[in-house]
């Protein structure tokens, strides 16, 4: 009796599985190709148009010149410190989570669907990159500004910022294109 308890139980899972397998794809099939691009351009620009991007990135590399080390008399520093603080974490926020990418799944063809988990992947290496940079910008450049500094350290100090910028680059590039890509066709 157990076991035709056990076998019942594997053919139910069993049937369960086919039967969501043919819902994902019945769905997939259900999505016309118009709609689908429809939806995967609005997926990418509807949180932010790349200008948005680009005027997040602007602003938090603007923060990020605050020098909190020559100036921590100032009571402004504090205050330009803390808003550099808060704005290099929202642009983590801004990151697509795996809820919500699979949220657009069936609203898109499986082709559709894969370009924009390419997408994402790219927005998000872009977005921890400018997170990345814009951190070792705002520790580097005072010091690289101080003319106590050595210039084994300064060297130091260029090779991680370097580093970090052409991390940045490659991975806001990859994005552009992928954007670009995406909203052109």
Same mark, same amino acid.
């Given at each position: 009796m157990k076991k035709v308890k056990t076998i019942l139980l594997i053919l139910t899972t069993l049937c369960f599985s086919i039967g969501m397998l043919l819902v994902v794809n019945a769905n997939a099939a259900k999505v016309s190709t118009d709609k689908s691009k429809t939806e995967l351009q609005a997926a990418v620009s509807q949180p932010m148009t790349k200008d948005n991007y680009q005027n997040l990135e602007n602003n938090l590399l603007d923060a990020a010149k605050v020098d909190d080390i020559h100036n921590s008399s100032d009571p402004g520093t504090q205050g330009s410190l803390t808003s550099f603080h808060n704005q290099l974490e929202n642009i983590l926020d801004k990151k697509v989570s795996k809820k919500e990418l699979k949220k657009e799944k069936k609203y898109m063809t499986s082709a559709d669907y894969k370009t924009y988990k390419g997408y994402v992947k790219k927005l998000n290496a872009y977005l921890n990159s400018l997170h990345d940079y814009a951190s070792e910008y705002q520790t580097a450049t005072p010091v690289l500004n101080d003319n106590n500094t050595?210039?084994?350290? @300064?060297?130091?100090?260029?090779?991680?910022?370097?580093?970090?910028?052409?991390?940045?680059?490659?991975? @806001?590039?990859?994005w552009s294109d992928a954007y670009d890509n995406i909203m052109n066709n």
């Open positions: 050595t210039e084994s350290e @300064k060297s130091d100090y260029h090779e991680e910022l370097n580093e970090a910028q052409t991390k940045f680059n490659d991975n @806001k590039q990859a």
